[in-house]
């Protein structure tokens, strides 16, 4: 029997221990430093057909309806003039079991807990030290216990700590020169938008998404905004949630998102968003490594989650076909997504009014052509 250590309990170690359990070979266990997996509410997430044909080979099809939305189109409109400016329908690319899906992130993290045995996640277990010795690692936790394995996969995020333990040089990923705001806002305070569809608002320097997270009135609300920030305030993390903060930041998209949005938002929260600069493979091959720890995408294909949970998928299979290294097709995509979503904040910032004005004109084009569809989504959704 293997043993398999998994360092963190988020989305991709929940997922890859709810596949690797099928198999009876390999004796498995979470450590994750809080004391519990992260199910604050609040936080939307969007999961594109690709991860979904992956989440429903373990039964996510079968969660409650009323927890999920499927929303079939994205509407694009202008911060400037509020007009629409086209519709991409997005659901050409689910089959009758697959759909494009919005939800809150506590309930498919829910999901993946449940759906594990309480004993297989070891709570409050930091991990400070990674030793190899011959083919088994050791792992020496904060409270100075010690366990030993056979396989170890680094799941513990994007500011990934074991990640840095297991290489002479440190990996840090890089401010992408933007910040998020978020928060709830009820369906009834959403005007002149379809609520059927993910609404995408594009802004000068600054675009906003509205999506629903469940069949009630509750909606998500991001919006994402370049601001140039230096490290002191980089390192300062509870300016991120000063009053002061969130109040100017407010102040700041209040120039082009709908007052009526504003007002109505609840549970707002600020921080800024942070993207890898480079894949990172383990030299030791009983090492892996996963989700934002292996590679942390900006938000603007929306892609961060449904990663997380392909590259797992593809570790799981790895390891049952005895590969121990992901190959270059997945390095490759991994490229081309980051790729995608630079040029996607690129072209949902832009400024100037001829070129948003060309921009628009291009986009009511191309969300029509099959071929670019093909080409844009259907490589990053299939
Ligand atoms: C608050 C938040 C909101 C997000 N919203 C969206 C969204 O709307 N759409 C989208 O597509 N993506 C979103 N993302 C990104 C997406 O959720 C991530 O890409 C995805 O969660 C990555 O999963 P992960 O398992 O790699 O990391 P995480 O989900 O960050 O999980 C890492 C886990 O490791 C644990 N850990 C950390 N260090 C250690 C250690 N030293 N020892 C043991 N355990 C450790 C942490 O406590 C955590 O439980 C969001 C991410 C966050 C954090």
Known sequence: MKKIAIIGGGISGLYIANLLRQNSNYKITIYEKNNSVNLEKGYGIQLSVNSIKLLNKIGFQNINPKEKFCPNKVSFYSLKNKDKICDLNISVFNDNNDKYTTLQRF????????????NLIDYNKKVIEIKNVSKIIQIIFEDNSSIECDYLIISDGIFSKTRSLITDKEIKPKYFNSI???????????????HNNI??????????VV?????????NFVAILRKKLNSEELADYSLFDSKEFISSTLLEI???????????????????????TEIFQPKNKNTFVIGDAFFAFPPTFAQGASQSIEVAHELYRNLENQNDQFNIERIERTKMIDRKSKFNYFVFHLSNPIITWVRNLLMKKLVKNKYFLKKYLGSIYK
Do not use: A, M
């Open 180 to 194: 998020v705001v978020r928060g709830n806002i009820d369906k009834n305070n959403l005007q002149n938008i379809d």
């Open 254 to 276: 209040s120039k082009q998102v709908d007052s009526n949005i504003i007002e109505n938002l609840i549970d707002i929260k600020c921080f800024p968003i942070f993207s890898s």
């Open 199 to 208: 609404s995408l608002f594009l802004g000068s320097n600054l675009h906003s």
């Open 107 to 118: 309930t498919l993290i829910d999901f993946l807990k449940n759906k594990l045995p309480n």
């Open 211 to 219: 999506y629903p997270v469940n069949q009630d009135v509750q909606f």
